[in-house]
């Protein structure tokens, strides 16, 4: 097992019913910024409710982030936010609204002339606004820590930060709230944990069972509880399970001290900000192609990986490894998902850009670092 | 599953080396108050490694504090750390150590009259002395809680207190320093892991697929880890597997959303109170009993833990529930456990005392709470 730290001090309420401790769990004197998306939680009755318990507070609003919030859009807010003097921030709403808030927190506060410079040249994050935020849409894990992941219109770009300054002071989990999402988003959500949990897990086996168990205990749940949310899209139980998936798939813990890859993230961001795919659509093609390209350097855990999760038992190693890798595509396809590029009409044309940003960033991917240009392009021709 | 909260704030640091973090931890204007057992850290070389760390900080000392840490030998600590003026505590050792040390970091800043009354009539714990932890024995999980048990000779006590004041700020743990353990306690230290573990699953069934498999990834963990520690106790791998398994199975996680039952404690403790038995030794004994007593409201979960843990495919529901039962009492036999009292020389006689104090404190246990007197006398039968 590898050195490591764990420190998570995100407060996890969960449950129906549980928008009202926001009044326990926001002091009475704040001046909150209620930030969210498109609209959704106008529909879903979330917003009603939050208006009706926060109505003893100062609320001012900012809607309209997007999903991959952009960095444009999030200026406006650090703009609203400082001409408001707001104290606490609300994100309500999906990963995206919580990771672009995020950024409205460490921006606000930046000292330095930029803010960009904190995502791009990873400026550190010396304040923020404190923040808590209500999900409604399982998937990002952005709820239990500190990342997030934005956006550029103007060049291209989705690229990440951290700050444990960004972790939310709480987040109210409650699974009523994603009764009405749309098909699109519960498999795009479904994806996104299930690779988060891949991107920790299929590297190389680090004498570290109990992670591995912890890994594949949420896998395993999430192909279950995945199975049974189209039939009964109103299922409590359901819905509470794959929101606790996406909640522990993010949140560190099944990562600590074991090495972790996240190529598929990284090349799944340059798809979205170059073709404009959903976050799950890249993952739910490029993990495959990962897989099939790294066969050897993961095999071992490929093939552990087939056993414990798919009940794969006969076969040789790598025939074991490529099972996986097709049940994993499966699982896809029957969420719904496509898992290739062409199958979305999605030609090479820009691979050269994407991996010569890799290059330009000097960045190697996979756990052992050895995914460079050649092998982003070898991975990308693996999509089509 | 059921609605909750969960919140824990304490920063883990795990690995080889790692004692040297001490002085990032905790702010140089601290007076330190070291806290520790009856001087193993003395002969497996942490305490000179931690004098020497922390040799630029004002330390006090308090050696002694026992195994099931006494109420009296804690309030000398107390008289200490109010007279140096103390604030900051640093246990290091075992969970008794740091469950004494929370203890002490509560009743020094306590206001009522008793400090007992912390205990016995859960005054509330409104301030503490803020404390760090460095544990050197994996078993009681205190490293990543905010709750502590605490003995008082004079009457024959052992009770327990929690509160949120009372998480160790950090807790390095280094698989290392527990290489020169004394077998018994690696064995106890076992049994303590796998039972805090079994208290929040083998409950009834809750719709909480995730946390069930969570559990028996740490019980399937450390059945494996248990078999190498014996052959190979100079293992690190197989150390700090076993040192991460005690700290995840009572960190709260595991507990989310799901009954609890608690009863094997509860008459463990007891025994230990009355018989001066280890608590590992006690768990040892009860659990098994209670799962007999109560293996009708418990089947279906029995049965699944066959299944999952064990590996029993075969046989009626009733049978795999035996077979799991007696599978979890030869493991803790392997481990060189007895799992009866009547090993122990220990025959019936504090048994009424035992099973009225139950209901003097109008306490009914398990998570049906349908375990009164009658039935801890029925179980304590079992025990024999």
Do not use: K, R, S, W
């Given at each position: 097992m590898l050195n490591f730290t764990y420190h998570n001090p995100v407060k996890i309420i969960f449950g129906g019913h549980t928008l009202r401790e926001l009044r326990k769990l926001i002091p009475q004197n704040k001046k909150i910024l209620l930030t969210y998306g498109g609209g959704s939680i106008k529909k879903n009755g979330v917003y009603d409710k939050i208006t009706k318990i926060l109505k003893n507070y100062q609320v001012i609003e900012f809607g309209g982030i997007e999903s991959n919030p952009q960095y444009e859009t999030l200026m406006k807010a650090v703009a609203l936010a400082k001409k408001e003097a707001v104290d606490f921030l609300l994100p309500v709403g999906g990963g995206s609204v919580l990771d672009g808030t995020k950024f409205i927190a460490a921006a606000t506060k930046f000292k330095g002339e930029d803010p960009w410079d904190i995502i791009a040249k990873k400026a550190p994050v010396e304040e923020a606004i404190p923040l808590g935020a209500v999900i409604t849409l399982p998937a990002t894990g952005s709820e239990m820590n500190g990342y997030a992941v934005i956006s550029r219109a103007s060049t291209e770009e989705k690229l990440a930060f951290g700050s444990?300054?960004?972790?939310?002071?709480f987040s109210i989990l409650d699974p009523e709230s994603t009764f009405s999402l749309p098909e699109r988003q519960v498999s795009n959500g479904i994806v996104d944990s299930f690779v988060h949990v891949m991107e920790q897990y299929m590297t190389v086996r680090e004498g570290a069972p109990l992670q591995d168990r912890q890994a594949e205990a949420i896998l395993m749940t999430l192909i279950e509880e995945a199975g049974k949310v189209k039939i009964n899209p109103d299922d409590y139980t359901v819905r509470a399970n794959l929101m606790w998936c996406a909640c522990q798939a993010l949140n560190g813990l099944i990562g600590c001290g074991v090495p972790q890859d996240w190529a598929t993230h990284m090349i799944g961001h340059e798809l979205t900000a170059l073709?404009?795919?959903?976050h799950g659509q890249t993952l739910a093609v490029v993990l495959p192609a990962v897989l099939k390209h790294q066969k050897e350097n993961k095999l071992d855990k490929l093939c552990h990986y087939a056993e414990k999760v798919w009940g794969v038992q006969k076969g040789t190693d790598r025939e074991k490894a490529d099972i996986a890798i097709e049940k994993t595509k499966d699982f896809f396809e029957v969420l719904g998902m496509k898992t290739s590029l062409s199958a979305y009409g999605i030609s090479s044309e820009k691979f050269e850009t994407i991996a010569s940003r890799f290059d330009e960033r000097n960045m190697f991917l996979g756990e052992k670092q050895n995914i460079g240009r050649k092998e982003v392009m070898e991975i990308l021709k693996l999509c089509l």
């Open positions: 444990p300054l960004c972790y939310p002071q073709y404009g795919l959903d």
